[in-house]
């Protein structure tokens, strides 16, 4: 699998993680509700940009790389 499409993957997954996580969140209202959110999705957001941001990075390089080797 390519790098662009490992990206396409993890935004779409990150993007139906939060849908679910927002219906989830219209039934789901007591404090361990707010504890899961806290422990394991507010910071996911800025976890996945910047695995998007590296991913990006490796892209770049590979594709220097292989232009190198022609």
């Known amino acids: 699998m390519s790098l662009s499409g490992s990206k396409g993957l993890l ?3 990150t993007r139906q993680l939060q849908t679910r ?4 969140r ?3 209202r007591d ?3 707010v504890e ?3 422990l394991y999705l ?3 957001a800025a ?8 991913i990006d990075e490796l892209d770049k390089l590979l594709q220097k ?6």
């Open 11 to 13: 935004t779409d997954a």
């Open 21 to 24: 996580w927002t219906d989830t």
């Open 26 to 28: 219209n039934s789901w």
């Open 31 to 33: 404090d361990k509700a």
């Open 36 to 38: 899961f959110e806290n």
């Open 42 to 44: 507010t910071d996911l």
């Open 47 to 54: 976890a996945v940009n910047s695995a998007l941001r590296v």
């Open 65 to 70: 790389i292989h232009a190198d080797c022609e």
